[in-house]
Antibody, heavy 120, light 107 residues
Framework: EVQLVQSGAEVKKPGESLKISCKGS????????IGWVRQMPGKGLEWMGI????????RYSPSFQGQVTISADKSISTAYLQWSSLKASDTAMYYC?????????????WGQGTMVTVSS | DIQMTQSPSSVSASVGDRVTITCRAS??????LAWYQQKPGKAPKLLIY???SLQSGVPSRFSGSGSGTDFTLTISSLQPEDFATYYC?????????FGQGTRLEIK
């Protein structure tokens, strides 16, 4: 079964760093892009960026460029989303997702989501 | 960036109704358009890809159409489990972008 399993919920203080993960299984991890999507409480979906684990090619939405870092460790089939200094406004659910095909397209496989809460 | 605009933002309908949601891209995206359904507390679920292709396992009452800049998601006969929020997303070019969502509520 193809699946993405994300790390658990996090509660952090402003200014702290954080790295959340997304582990792929059941498919060739290096052959498909993996994207990250933010959903703030009660709001819509926002595409943050995407990485191709095969060569680490990474693209960011301008809204998130410089705010987060997307990476991947193909040896353990895991993608990451990290912050160096969290803000309260980073409080959101974060999803990883994989497109249907190796060249991109619609996301048919989604992780279960990681809730990040940033509060003093 | 390509902006995706959905309408309406919310709609009320009854079981058995036919519902149409539209999505407009700020520039042509050929058929690189997907539709998702999201229920509270759940990850989005892919319904339609390539503008009109039904994802495996999705009921046939869901259909998509359009190309270029104008797209439509139609639910032919609403079922109780269809009340949710629907999003379109363009997959033509980075950065990928979503519409703002359409909340489908029970009348």
């Amino acid at each position: 079964e193809v699946q993405l399993v994300q790390s658990g919920a996090e509660v952090k203080k402003p200014g702290e760093s954080l790295k959340i993960s997304c582990k792929g299984s059941g498919y060739s991890f290096t052959s498909y892009w993996i994207g990250w999507v933010r959903q703030m409480p009660g709001k819509g979906l926002e595409w943050m960026g995407i990485i191709y684990p095969g060569d680490s090619d990474t693209r960011y939405s301008p809204s998130f460029q410089g705010q987060v870092t997307i990476s991947a460790d193909k040896s353990i089939s895991t993608a990451y989303l990290q912050w160096s200094s969290l803000k309260a406004s980073d409080t959101a659910m974060y999803y990883c997702a994989r497109p249907r095909g190796p060249f991109g397209g619609a996301f048919d496989i989604w992780g279960q989501g990681t809730m990040v809460t940033v509060s003093s | 960036d390509i902006q995706m605009t959905q309408s309406p933002s919310s709609v009320s309908a009854s079981v058995g109704d036919r519902v149409t949601i539209t999505c407009r891209a700020s520039q042509g995206i050929s058929s690189w358009l997907a539709w998702y359904q999201q229920k509270p507390g759940k990850a989005p679920k892919l319904l339609i890809y390539a503008a009109s292709s039904l994802q495996s396992g999705v009921p046939s009452r869901f259909s998509g159409s359009g190309s270029g800049t104008d797209f439509t998601l139609t639910i032919s006969s609403l079922q109780p489990e269809d009340f949710a929020t629907y999003y379109c997303q363009q997959a033509n070019s980075f950065p990928l972008t979503f519409g703002q969502g359409t909340r489908l509520e029970i009348k």
